[in-house]
């Protein structure tokens, strides 16, 4: 008896020593460290791409409540937008209902769009061409946009937004 406990002690002070995953599907270890730069982990471009999706389908069905859940409003949240100065999260939340509240209709593309994931981090880039419809009028911008999202036990968050004109020709 003893000694299947001091086998079963020696395997597992391995596992620990030799930094395995014991709970691991293959139960094999993973000794090379995951290269943040060029791991493309697709995996979770895809969770963020349903993210993306959310984002502007809750937009459309102009459903603020559901965008707002989209944002991690903590300390770190920061949004720039419009060559203005900093905006924290109560700032941002205001402005999305306002936007949200103010439209009748929301199209949209979301042009070179990339997705760049470095573990439980993301950086989302593209070029926005939004037509929202405010009233009777179909307004037209054209943005340059960098969401950083941050995984949490609740799916991808956005920790900040980067809102810019793009020069259109």
Not at 7 to 35: E, R, T
Not at 68 to 94: C, G, L, W
Request: glycine residues 6%; contains cysteine; hydrophobic residues 40%.
């Amino acid at each position: 008896m003893n000694t299947s406990k001091n086998l079963l002690f020696i395997v597992a002070l391995f596992y620990f020593i030799a930094g395995c995953d014991v709970n691991a599907a293959d139960n094999k270890c993973n000794d090379q460290p995951v290269n943040l730069l060029t791991e493309q982990f697709q995996e979770s471009q895809a969770e963020i791409q349903i993210v993306l999706d959310g984002i502007f389908t809750s937009i459309q069905e102009k459903d603020a409540d559901k965008l707002i859940s989209y944002h991690a409003y903590v300390e770190k949240f920061t949004e720039f937008r419009d060559s203005e100065p900093r905006f924290n999260s109560q700032e941002n939340e205001a402005y999305e209902r306002g936007f949200v509240g103010a439209i009748s209709g929301f199209d949209y593309n979301l042009g070179d769009l990339k997705i760049a994931v470095y573990g439980d981090v993301a950086v989302v880039t593209f070029h926005a061409d939004f037509r929202p419809t405010i009233g009777e009028d179909v307004m037209q911008i054209w943005g340059s946009t960098t969401l950083v999202f941050v995984k949490t036990v609740n799916g991808w968050k956005i920790t900040h937004e980067h809102h810019s004109p793009l020069n259109v020709g």
